[in-house]
């Protein structure tokens, strides 16, 4: 089912549970799918950063696609990573997720490499030449080559499988820019942004919605924060905005990304186990006392199910965390 | 004249007019200073970066300051930059600018050598202790050691005497994080912006205004748009914001900062002359090219007085910009 | 046939040659390997960078290995490249690199994510403590995660399975360093450079060698300037490290890496067609033109093979790259 | 007395000596520049990074560089740098100092704002054209704008009042090339290097010498590095250069440069005082346990007069290091 539906409002990067042999928790995953389905999330967003995609094996990206369309079943579109390492290995990803009805897929520029700009607008042209699925310029310029505006421009023109971006640069003067030389020459072109610190800004200012980590963990509220927008209710999508920002820092703050996000679905009372790259016994303490913080401020939140794991008082847990911060280089 | 009046709205960073022979047009600066406040700007910012306080000497500082505190005649506040290469000299700056009646000072982190946030914080508090006027700090990382938000935030805690922040960082999530974690304390504290493109989605969140440069160049737009969101008309506010885009883009893109800027002043009518870094020929090529750009822009806005200067249709101008900027490294 | 021999002197990494079908040139990958063990290189480390590891697949890696020591049959010790998205993976690859016969594998920090110095340690602790075969520490922080130099000792004092680094970092201050703090405590500690701007530095200095792109393109200089050092010979070495220069930053300037160094290779008399991340047409221009001056370089150099593809003067090439270098953004 | 002179060997950039009050120490200034002549070193460079240049008044740094030449008297030659806000107090202080029979004057990149490299080409071939002495660049890009090689190249084949390059970056591939395509055209131009770390290899390799702030600190081993090396005794010259690490990283790791130099000055039985930017307590406690292993370090050198101050074993400072750092953020 490809979809001629604008990409827009709030997708879901979701995490991926493993069993602790690092195979997938399918079934896990299933139950998850249901849930932020059911909690309202526009749509889902697999193997996007916080599914850490660049950490498991091309056939497993495939499976956590294949699980999800399936206990999907249409009910929400579905935005697929394919930012592969190659682009035969992008091509045979796309046509596998627009077999499964995906609505677009996210390409990121390459990675490692460092790759000038005439060759990323030359690699998305091909891609967007050949793709039989729509495609989301997925821009996270720390972690891989940025996509340039002049870029993003001339695709947007020229690329009608290219429908949009997803912006994780932190830039607003940047998606300002996107905003005012793109949107307003095509206004179809989806502007996502991909940081959940001014997904409100966002969109206030025009954007279209975003892919936004922290609604895999508290869905309830980012979509609060959506709906109120879109109802009109300024003051109320601020007050959530406002009320995110330490839940999003407290979970940035817990080991290495995307630990802290898997710990907030876990408090919502999944099995999605530990990620691929181990934490040292060091980390692991810190962690735990970021853990409890994060219960705490789930259980505010009015999430019941991290109660019983909000054990100590922030004072507390915050004393723990200097002490254990100390010792970390 | 030592106000206690809150810092916020539009404060205007202004460039500083010279002679061919390196010597501070003052005539002009009067000026220049009176047409600023006639048009309504809430109130003067010299010796930022706009006023490229780095590459005037400390005499130059304190007579600019001098000279426009003398025109203004506290009709609006005046925030003075200090940011003086020693702690002896920022005093003795902050003297002055105390005994001119100015508003407060802004200081930036130390710039050239990297500086500890042990150190930063000690430096601002060793300057609290003493100053004889209120301090906003000026944080641009561009150019100058971070001021990192943790000690912001405890620097915001514990000295009265610094009031605010100026955020050039161009960063919006952190301007939402220092909203949340200073403002939410110190309500008093001020958190204006440095970064154009971005003025209306902080307002939106709750900052205090900004210290905008384009308000240097078309104070009656970015009043406008300020009046705008004040009266609650956000449409107007918005399209004022995104108007602004192309001539802010324009003026950053005429050679080395703030020559697009000190242009665009030129274009209303002064003459500032030319700022104390040379530009190469070619760079001046090129530079005369965005002259022509800036000028149609700046007609468009209605200013007529730049109308004569617009000479070439802006798509010959682009085209003309893209056969100059072949030839630049 | 796990051999206890110290890794020092030249390990070439080299290209993998492609069918323009992307598949891999078997035939082709065994005549370049040959070739290289004939010119004398000291070892051969597949999988590198200039291997382009990152895009291709899994499967491609292990196969490359395979090829390369089933045409090697031990005559030439190889280090293994074994950077996989996450620790099942490397140890598999280690496990196939070790029953291959290979001396060693090296492994880079991980990439695209930011992760931390624990966690890096953490990670090479992990893999020490179970790999079946010798694990050499690739920094290249230009690429992925910096392994710090507190980190590199800490490993080296205590996990005999690593047995070296190779620092491609260009960072020379570190590389002395690490003489100094690691190589001193545990002489055994094999230090390459992955550098070859600085090869003769390091030798002098005490470091065991280096993983050289060029040696792949021009073994017979590479290898020189090494004979030549352990002869004595230093003001040779010399001659030849400076000679390399050009060489080096020719090949770096064409293209994206490492296309310019794959291109000296089929100046030498292969075909390993284009790798995975294609060119735009306007850098094919470009590569054209470098193509020519690399030609003249090799055919300087001795190398008769390339002498036909040496067309023009070096005057008119270089006018010609400044005119097309225009045109690029 | 303007020598034509290559400019070549060790240079020593001074810390300046300060009373509590701020004022420059004139009379420990005397003592100091008089030591380091008698210690046996090739010039005196005063106003560079080590001297704070950036922190200090136009006056002061005029009265350093006054100080120094009345005391020195012409025995060795002074570079002085001259990295001033602006080119017409550059001209300023280049004719004072010429005045003052100075070799040469060195001159930074631009500060604070990014500049293009064609504003910098520029800004030099000004400098160059109208100074009345010999000119330096000093490539610095941690603090200042980078020059670039092809601006150095075509400054060195265009400006014979711009002598020679002290290279700051760290960059040892660039500084292989500089001595490439730079000295190779023109011998006399002066490659020098300002990283401590890799002196050694740098004269290896035909580079001049260098800038040196360890040379103010030990002048008896870098001379004995210098001359060793001379005279073709690379093993002593490599002893001395690999003994010298440990020194630089413990004087880089206290406090905020150059606070740690400054220490070591102190140790060598000088009254410098503190710079003019304040330590935090915190940071104090730290700087302590450093001296005492900076002590250490000296005496284990020969210094005798720093042996009272290394009270400590080396293990317990190392503790006492962990522990405090711990507490540093």
């Given at each position: 089912m490809i979809s001629p539906t604008k990409i827009q409002g709030i997708f879901t990067p979701n995490v991926v549970p493993f069993y602790d042999d690092h195979r997938i928790n399918e079934g896990e995953l299933r139950r998850y799918t249901n849930w932020l389905i059911e909690k309202g999330v526009t749509g889902l967003y697999p193997n996007g950063s916080t599914g850490e995609f660049i950490r498991i094996s091309f056939e497993q990206r495939i499976r956590v696609v294949e699980i999800m369309a399936d206990e999907a079943r249409g009910r929400v579109p579905i935005l697929a990573g394919a930012a592969e390492p190659n682009?035969?290995?992008?091509?045979?990803?796309?046509?596998?997720?627009?077999?499964?009805?995906?609505?677009?897929?996210?390409?990121?520029?390459?990675?490692?490499?460092?790759?000038?700009?005439?060759?990323?607008?030359?690699?998305?042209?091909?891609?967007?030449?050949?793709?039989?699925?729509?495609?989301?310029?997925?821009n996270i310029p720390q972690f891989s080559n940025e996509i340039s505006l002049d870029v993003v421009k001339r695709l947007a023109m020229d690329c009608p499988r290219i429908v949009g971006i997803k912006d994780s640069s932190r830039d607003m003067p940047r998606f300002m820019d996107t905003l005012n030389e793109v949107k307003t020459q095509r206004p179809d072109f989806s502007c996502m942004i991909g940081c959940e610190e001014i997904l409100l800004p966002v969109l206030l200012m025009g954007g279209d919605g975003g892919t936004i980590a922290c609604s895999g963990v508290a869905?309830?509220?980012?979509?609060?924060?959506?709906?109120?927008?879109?109802?009109?209710?300024?003051?109320?999508?601020?007050?959530?905005?406002?009320?995110?920002?330490?839940?999003?820092?407290?979970?940035?703050?817990?080991?290495?990304?995307?630990?802290?996000?898997?710990?907030?679905?876990?408090?919502?009372?999944?099995?999605?186990?530990?990620?691929?790259?181990?934490?040292?016994?060091?980390?692991?303490?810190?962690?735990?006392?970021?853990?409890?913080?994060?219960?705490?401020?789930?259980?505010?939140?009015?999430?019941?199910?991290?109660?019983?794991?909000?054990?100590?008082?922030?004072?507390?847990?915050?004393?723990?965390?200097?002490?254990?911060?100390?010792?970390?280089?």
């Open positions: 682009i035969d290995m992008v091509f045979q990803a796309c046509k596998r997720y627009a077999d499964l009805g995906c609505r677009a897929v996210s390409v990121t520029g390459p990675y490692y490499f460092k790759v000038s700009q005439h060759s990323i607008e030359h690699y998305f042209r091909e891609l967007a030449a050949k793709s039989p699925i729509d495609i989301l310029l997925y869905p309830e509220a980012v979509m609060r924060l959506y709906n109120s927008f879109l109802s009109g209710d300024i003051a109320e999508a601020k007050r959530v905005q406002f009320k995110l920002l330490e839940l999003i820092k407290t979970m940035f703050a817990a080991g290495n990304f995307p630990e802290g996000f898997r710990e907030g679905v876990n408090l919502r009372g999944f099995h999605t186990g530990r990620g691929p790259q181990p934490m040292s016994p060091h980390e692991m303490e810190h962690f735990n006392a970021i853990r409890s913080k994060l219960a705490c401020l789930l259980k505010e939140c009015g999430f019941a199910e991290a109660a019983d794991s909000c054990q100590t008082s922030s004072a507390k847990v915050d004393s723990m965390l200097e002490r254990i911060r100390k010792r970390l280089p």
